[in-house]
């Protein structure tokens, strides 16, 4: 009797000193959710979850980009020469439109961006990407390859994509070159032109504006702040104050001297020919008022 009674007080015993132990046992968490909260970074400390971007020679890469592909945090970026250049990105990358830092997924294809980059395990990675306004929606920005005025077909490669693009040209199209209205036959090979296309139910897209930009040969002058310099690519992209528009001037012509002159926040006058494929500067001159 006695015996039983102990192993009653034993059994009761066991039974308490296992519960707590078994109430204090660590909850395993759910490797699927550790994932997803993972990537939902935009309203974390990055500094919490990467470590400090290292220090070192900066970058500038300018171009449109081409193909944005959010779960590996990766732009592929048409550059200037055309060539494509895969760039990643991350929580600790600064997004930045006319000084107001928005989120990562505001770049969309066809958008025109100046990445600082850095190159982070062998890679091409972005500190900072400064995002131009944003194109019209329907627009195609590219350069002529033919002209049919009896099918009233223009074909025109497009810049961002290399597609060739079929376009229909109507009565109802404004075609205009600068500020002045211009005609269908000036829409000859090479010729450089922004497109605003008008919703269609048919399978050949229609022109509702034509701006003819460039064609082969032309002059022009640019007058504005340059706001990036990348001798690397050999080309300066300068600020037009009067429509808004940044344009993109190859500088291999000019002399290692002159090149020397260009920089950053500078205002300045540049005289450039279009050659079919980018505008080459001729010369580059302080804007009146300023000086070197």
């Known amino acids: 009797m006695r015996s ?3 192993f009653a007080v034993l059994l009761s015993m066991g039974v308490a000193i296992h519960q707590p132990g078994s109430a204090q046992t660590p909850a395993v968490a759910d490797p699927g959710s550790a994932r997803a909260e993972s990537r939902l970074p935009k309203d974390r400390d990055s500094g919490l979850d990467f470590p400090a971007l290292p220090k070192g020679t900066v970058s500038l890469i300018g171009g449109t980009v081409a193909r944005v592909d959010p779960i590996r945090d990766q732009l592929v970026v048409r550059a200037f020469g055309g060539r494509d250049v895969r760039i990643d990105f991350d929580v600790r990358t600064r997004v930045v439109r ?8 505001e770049i969309q294809v066809g958008t025109r961006i100046y990445a600082d980059t850095i190159l982070l395990n062998r890679r ?3 500190k900072t990407i400064r995002v131009d306004a944003k194109p019209a929606v329907g627009e195609v920005r590219g350069q002529v390859t033919s002209y049919d005025p009896d099918k009233s077909i223009l074909r025109v490669r497009d810049a961002i994509s290399g597609e060739l693009l079929p376009l229909r040209v109507t009565s109802q199209t404004a075609i205009q070159m600068g500020d002045r209205p211009a005609l269908a036959s000036l829409l000859t090979d ?5 497109i605003v296309l008008r919703a269609s139910t048919e399978r050949v897209d229609t022109a509702q504006q034509i701006d003819i930009l460039a064609h082969p040969g ?3 002058t640019f007058a504005g ?3 990036f310099v990348d001798f690397r690519a050999g080309f300066v992209a300068i600020a037009d104050p009067r429509n808004a528009d940044t344009h993109e001037v190859a500088v291999d012509s000019l002399s290692p001297a002159g ?5 950053e926040g500078a205002d300045v006058v540049i005289h450039a020919q279009f050659d079919g494929r980018k505008y080459e500067a001729q010369t580059i001159d302080p804007a009146p008022g300023q000086q070197h």
């Open 4 to 6: 039983n009674r102990m």
């Open 98 to 105: 006319e000084e107001t830092t928005i989120p990562a997924r």
């Open 124 to 126: 091409i990675f972005a």
């Open 190 to 194: 090479g010729t450089l032109v922004k």
């Open 218 to 220: 032309d002059s022009f």
């Open 225 to 227: 702040k340059i706001t």
């Open 259 to 263: 090149k020397r002159e260009l920089r």
